[in-house]
Nanobody
Framework: QVQLVESGGGSVQAGGSLRLSCAAS???????MAWFRQEPGKEREGVAAITSISSTAYEDSVKGRFTISKDNAKNTLYLQMTSLKPEDTAMYYCAAGFSGIWVAQWHQSRRYKYWGQGTQVTVSS
């Protein structure tokens, strides 16, 4: 069993930066992990993902602006977000325990077994 706790969300102006953290209770070194986001009334969207050997993948709209990383010693996943835009406003969730074909399916929320409670990111124009 893995428990995930996100932090680092907040309100920023467009162009600003935030760093999200996801602290895991169990050993996630071998787990494929990801960040998702969700706006009210919309489906949860994969933002970025990372494998056990630190290969990464990003949703097109965040490429070049967001960076996913993890610290295995601290069992913590990060999402560094820069050049934030109002359209980045959403609840951001950490996910772990992926199963499937990662290259093609990392962005599918149903592929992940464990989820955090989320942290809100609000970007104003």
């Amino acid at each position: 069993q893995v428990q995930l706790v996100e932090s680092g969300g907040g309100s920023v102006q467009a162009g600003g930066s935030l760093r999200l953290s996801c602290a895991a209770s169990g050993n996630t070194a071998s787990s494929y992990m990801a960040w998702f986001r969700q706006e009210p009334g919309k489906e949860r969207e994969g933002v970025a993902a990372i494998t056990s050997i630190s290969s990464t993948a990003y949703e097109d709209s965040v490429k070049g602006r967001f960076t996913i990383s993890k610290d295995n010693a601290k069992n913590t996943l990060y999402l560094q977000m820069t050049s934030l835009k109002p359209e980045d406003t959403a609840m951001y969730y950490c996910a772990a325990g992926f199963s499937g074909i990662w290259v093609a399916q990392w962005h599918q929320s149903r592929r992940y077994k464990y989820w955090g409670q989320g942290t809100q990111v609000t970007v104003s124009s």
